[in-house]
């Protein structure tokens, strides 16, 4: 947060009202100046082989769970490996469920999901999901206590249930290839299906499609965080540019300028500061003014290929992730897009905090 003047008691007791007015309004206050006050805490090099996926913060024991492929590193907030969830194929991230103290993970290589203890990180059991086919993204419901997988192969998402284990008859079809997704708490789960440039909306508990909402003009949607609050999605574009959706009809009421290589967003619902990481190495901040204004207020250097992030709103804290890469060799008819590959053992953390 960028340094303010002091000033007479008159003056702090105005401010100190309009603020109260402000939160009273349902909005939530700029931040004063520019900038949001983030900078580089801790750079760790974890090492290891593989690549990565998403990363999620637990915001009660403030521990980070990191996707490897075959594995889940576990390090507590300030880098330190405390854990490692082994044996995964193909694992892209893990859901976290405090409620009853588990975790799933997300397995594309085995179409399955493995719920594993949070405080010890021992494997309880392997899900194997019907209808799923190459699981990817995932989000906790709480209104129906329901663990989703959102399948990037089989265009569709199933349920499990985050206190047996057991995987929910019936699946959700898409209609297209999904993405991040995020819940309302009132039963309602949003999905972005990134090669149609649509957020569709279904019912946990039914399972059936309620809403299909165009993104123009956002193509590509990555990454999404929600403001529960306020209603809002932000949804993060290939085209280089955050929508900011009204979740309860659908329209697009903001578009705000991102870095490329979209791959994750954040909400902080305390500053209003919702993110967008970048595999260009930035993360863009943009502050919530009011439901429907926001600013731009600072672009957080980071590192090439620090794409995904994960965001403690517990302790405000942002990781992210990324590692030497030697560049992508030229394409060919059996690897159209090639990717850079990471070279070994310069795996890297960096924790950003304010």
């Known amino acids: 947060m960028s340094s303010r003047k002091i000033i007479g008691m008159l003056c702090g007791a105005c401010l100190l009202a309009l603020s109260l007015l402000l939160f ?14 983030y900078h580089l805490l801790k750079k760790v090099v974890l090492g290891g082989m593989g690549g990565w996926d998403y990363l999620s913060a637990d915001p009660v024991s403030h521990r980070v769970f990191i996707s490897r492929g075959n594995h ?37 290589g085995s179409n399955s999901a493995t719920m594993f203890d949070l405080k010890t990180l021992a494997t309880i059991k392997d899900i194997k999901l019907p209808d799923a086919m190459g699981p990817d993204g995932f989000v906790y419901d709480p209104a129906s206590k329901r663990v989703f997988t959102f399948n990037g192969r089989s265009n569709n998402a199933t349920a499990v249930d985050a206190k047996s284990g057991e995987a929910v008859a019936g699946s959700v079809p898409l209609g297209g290839k999904p993405e991040a997704a995020q819940a309302d708490g009132a039963g309602h789960i949003f999905v972005n299906i990134e090669d149609k440039d649509q957020v569709l909306e279904f019912d946990s508990k039914t399972l059936m499609v309620m809403n299909v909402y165009p993104l123009a003009p956002c193509t590509q949607p990555s990454g999404m965080a929600s403001d529960v609050a306020h209603k809002r999605l932000f949804i993060g574009c290939h085209n280089n540019i955050m929508a900011i959706m009204d979740f309860t009809n659908g329209s697009i009421v903001a578009t705000e300028p991102i870095g490329m290589g979209i791959d994750a967003d954040g909400f902080d619902p305390g500053t209003g500061f919702a993110f967008a990481s970048c595999g260009d190495g930035t993360i863009t901040v943009v502050h919530e003014d009011t439901p429907n204004k926001f600013t731009v207020v600072d672009t957080i250097k980071t590192e090439a290929g620090a794409r995904t992030m994960a965001y403690d709103i517990a302790n405000h804290n942002i990781y992210t992730v990324t590692a030497q890469l030697v560049p992508a060799v030229a394409p060919t008819p059996e690897n159209p897009r090639p990717r850079p590959t990471p070279v070994p053992d310069s795996f890297t953390l960096l924790i950003y905090g304010r």
């Open 24 to 37: 009273t309004v349902g909005s939530i206050a700029a931040p004063e100046g520019s900038g949001s006050g």
């Open 72 to 108: 889940v590193m576990v390090v507590d907030s300030t880098g330190n490996v405390v854990g490692d969830i082994p044996n995964l194929m193909g694992t892209h991230g893990a859901a976290i469920v405090n409620e009853f103290n588990h975790g799933f993970t997300s397995n594309g």
